[in-house]
């Protein structure tokens, strides 16, 4: 392996992002009950910035707490520690009364179009529904911005789908009304919840260029939440990569899949099966880090790196924006 | 002799209100030898997971057709008893792995007696030879040995698929279904499971079936790729060749429309809607989305043979047929070939 040079970040004023999470913690108090109690941290210490109209692609396997991050972003969830910044304004803490603003600013499509989806609307009504609760009361403006939301997301003719229930569409066709329903509020930033690991393989392409024309159209930005690295790769651009509840590499997506430098995100795209003859047969390293729950450090990696000392966040040289968090390196840097 | 040798295999649902849907229709395929794998390769309702149920006799209640040839070492199946198939045939001869790990393992009895229920029924185990048994598969699919008297929800998904595995290996079966064996795991559990059927493939030389959505992933472990679509073998042929220079247009389109981890060419969206299994369009099945469709193509097109054993069921791929179209459409797949 290439000797990869480490250096502090330079601190880059940043002109004011979208999204800013900083150093957020979220954890969860299981079990509970009179004589047991227990608690699990499924964020530590994440910091992440979405700037207008561009996407950020959260990138982890089941657990890594990506999905956790996404809600918090939105306030679905209050962490437990740590300022999420929208547009400015630090919505951490704020009641949920108040945050009726954020509500028509940030949406979020779900991972499941089957369950997300009350099989008992029509779709005209899943879409209308957002409408419904801000109290636009104008039943033809209402019909004609779902209209003009089925037309964003290409559910034509639209003729077709307003009456119709999600229990007759496809699995495609389910995730467009649960964009459709996002859009419907003219967000600037919308949460994509793995939007399409549910939906076909081939179908998969026309919703993630779908997102990005709409992000063109309407200058959306997009968390997109994914543990498939190779479609981040594609449609956003910049990457960070979870582990464990802590963000262990961020930078710009060809950074992060050509240069990656964290053990980790070497396991995550050495794990890819590209349907290439080259990779046939190989065995692939799987190293037996998901065996290892609590380890905040990959047990493969290279520098045989030890947990004693906590991860430092450093920039990969000559790579700005690349940042790496490493338990090691920071002894080699001083 | 073929190890596996099906032929013109039909298996039809009767969806009611006379419409009948074509799940499996006129599939044929062969496994020559121990440890070949061959993937099955298309997207839901494309009729893979009937081609499973099919080979392993698990049929619903409303079948409406089910004939063709199913040869296991040179013995025909399509015509045995059910009661024969089930004594002689299914899980002892073929076996199969599910696709929902979670849901498939009985959550109140012990691993353990679950791996040993097909050995007790066979007749062959008693009590402490099935005990052994338990032992030594677990050890093969990498499992403790300890994990025998654990509860299913005790074991992590992956896990989980591994016992699977080493039911489905309970009796030496010489073919191995896997329906999505990995669709519900994390790519790096995946990447395990992988490497355990990559290692059972060498030794013992269990041939197996693999299908899938997820082209990329039947590459890694198969030696041929068949690309189904709306209940047809649209493409057969060696992986090496397929992934490279297919020559059926669903197959390029479906390899262009996987987002490339080391490669700048944007995916494509597949063009066109999924075929309504109840109402097939004439001819060519997927000539409403195909780019190169021309009149012929309101044929329906035979699976036309290639030279390296496979087959194509486009009719650009018979020089007589496709004319000046076999030269612009297939001229470079020709190339890769030789």
Same mark, same amino acid.
């Given at each position: 392996m290439t000797e990869t040079l480490l250096v502090p970040p330079a601190?880059?004023?940043?002109?004011?992002?979208?999204?800013?999470?900083?150093?957020?913690?979220?954890?969860?108090?299981?079990?509970?009950?009179?004589?047991?109690?227990?608690?699990?941290?499924?964020?530590s210490g994440v910091s992440l910035v979405v700037a207008h109209g561009e996407t950020l692609a959260l990138v982890g396997e089941s657990g890594s707490g990506k999905t956790t991050v996404g809600r918090i972003s939105i306030r679905l969830l209050q962490p437990t520690s740590g300022r999420v910044l929208f547009d400015g304004q630090d919505i951490s803490q704020v009641p949920e009364e108040q945050l009726g603003w954020l509500r028509k600013r940030a949406a979020i499509v779900f991972q499941d179009p089957f369950s997300s989806l009350n099989p008992y609307m029509t779709v005209s009504d899943l879409v209308a529904e957002p409408l419904v609760i801000d109290g636009v009361n104008d039943v033809d403006a209402r019909r004609a911005q779902v209209r003009a939301a089925l037309e964003a997301v290409d559910l034509t003719p639209i003729e077709r789908f307003v009456h119709a229930y999600p229990t007759s569409m496809s699995g495609g066709q389910r995730q467009r009304v649960g964009i459709a329903r996002a859009l419907i509020r003219n967000p600037d930033y919308i949460v994509a919840d793995e939007p399409v690991s549910m939906v076909d393989a081939s179908s998969r392409v026309e919703i993630l260029d779908l997102l990005n024309g709409l992000q063109r159209d309407h200058d959306v930005a997009f968390l997109y939440i994914t543990h498939d690295i190779a479609s981040a790769r594609h449609f956003a651009d910049h990457?960070?990569?979870m582990h464990l509840g802590s963000?262990? #590499?961020?930078?710009?997506?060809?950074?992060? +899949?050509?240069?990656?430098?964290?053990?980790?995100?070497?396991?995550? +795209?050495?794990?890819?099966? #590209?349907?290439?003859?080259?990779?046939?047969?190989?065995?692939?390293?799987? #190293?037996?880090?998901?065996?290892a729950p609590g380890a905040a450090i990959h047990p493969g990696c290279p520098h045989g790196g030890s947990i004693d000392e906590p991860a430092v966040l450093l920039e990969v040289s000559g790579q700005p924006g690349h940042i790496v968090a490493c338990h090691l390196e920071p002894a080699r840097a001083r | 002799m073929s190890l596996l040798a099906v032929d013109n295999l039909h298996l039809w649902y009767d969806a009611g209100g006379g419409?009948?849907?074509?799940?499996?229709?006129?599939?044929?395929?062969?496994?020559? =030898?121990?440890?070949? !794998?061959?993937?099955?390769?298309g997207e839901s309702g494309s009729g893979k997971s009937s081609l499973a149920l099919a080979l392993m006799r698990m049929l619903p209640k409303n079948v409406a057709r089910f004939d063709?040839?199913?040869?296991?070492?040179?013995?025909?199946?399509?015509? /045995?008893?059910?009661?024969q198939f089930r004594r002689e045939i299914r899980w002892s001869r073929i076996a199969m792995v599910f696709q929902g790990a979670m849901s498939v393992l009985n959550p109140v009895l012990r691993i353990g007696e679950q791996i040993a229920e097909p050995l007790l029924l066979d007749g062959r185990f008693d009590k402490a030879g099935a005990r052994a048994r338990v032992r030594d598969l677990l050890q093969r699919v990498g499992l403790p040995a300890d994990f025998a008297s654990r509860y299913p929800h005790e074991l992590s998904g992956g896990q989980r698929q591994r016992v699977g595995i080493a039911t489905a290996l309970a009796l030496d079966p010489d073919v191995l279904i896997l329906d999505e064996p990995t669709s519900a795991l994390d790519v790096s559990?995946?990447?395990?499971?992988?490497? &355990? &059927?990559?290692? /059972?493939? =060498?030794?013992?030389?269990?041939?197996?079936?693999?299908?899938?959505?997820?082209?990329?992933?039947?590459?890694?472990?198969?030696?041929?790729?068949?690309?189904?679509? !709306?209940?047809?073998?649209?493409? &057969?042929?060696? !992986?090496?060749?397929?992934?490279?220079?297919?020559?059926?247009?669903?197959?390029?389109?479906? /390899? !262009?429309?996987?987002?490339?981890?080391?490669?700048?060419?944007?995916?494509?969206?597949?063009?066109?809607?999924?075929?309504?299994?109840?109402? &097939?369009?004439?001819?060519?099945?997927?000539?409403?989305?195909?780019?190169y469709a021309f009149e012929v193509c309101l044929n329906h097109p035979p699976p036309i043979p290639l030279p390296d054993r496979g087959h194509a069921r486009c009719w650009l791929n018979d020089p007589f047929v496709a004319g000046e179209r076999y030269e612009i459409h297939l001229r470079p797949v020709e190339a890769a070939v030789d």
């Open positions: 601190v880059v004023p940043k002109s004011g992002p979208l999204l800013a999470l900083d150093d957020v913690s979220m954890v969860f108090q299981t079990r509970k009950g009179l004589f047991r109690g227990g608690t699990v941290t499924a964020v990457i960070a990569v963000i262990v #590499e961020t930078g710009s997506a060809p950074q992060i +899949i050509d240069q990656p430098v964290h053990p980790y995100t070497r396991a995550l +795209i050495a794990a890819v099966p #590209e349907p290439d003859p080259a990779n046939r047969f190989r065995r692939r390293a799987t #190293e037996p880090w998901q065996d | 419409n009948v849907v074509r799940a499996v229709d006129g599939v044929s395929f062969t496994l020559e =030898e121990r440890g070949e !794998a061959l993937g099955i390769v063709g040839s199913v040869r296991l070492d040179g013995q025909e199946l399509i015509a /045995l008893p059910d009661d559990v995946q990447a395990q499971i992988m490497n &355990l &059927l990559k290692d /059972l493939k =060498e030794d013992p030389g269990i041939s197996m079936l693999f299908i899938t959505h997820d082209i990329g992933l039947a590459s890694d472990l198969c030696d041929r790729i068949a690309v189904t679509y !709306a209940g047809e073998q649209m493409e &057969l042929g060696p !992986a090496d060749r397929v992934l490279v220079a297919p020559r059926h247009p669903y197959s390029q389109l479906l /390899l !262009a429309s996987l987002p490339r981890l080391h490669s700048d060419v944007p995916p494509r969206p597949m063009p066109g809607d999924p075929p309504d299994l109840t109402s &097939l369009p004439l001819g060519c099945r997927f000539h409403p989305r195909c780019p």
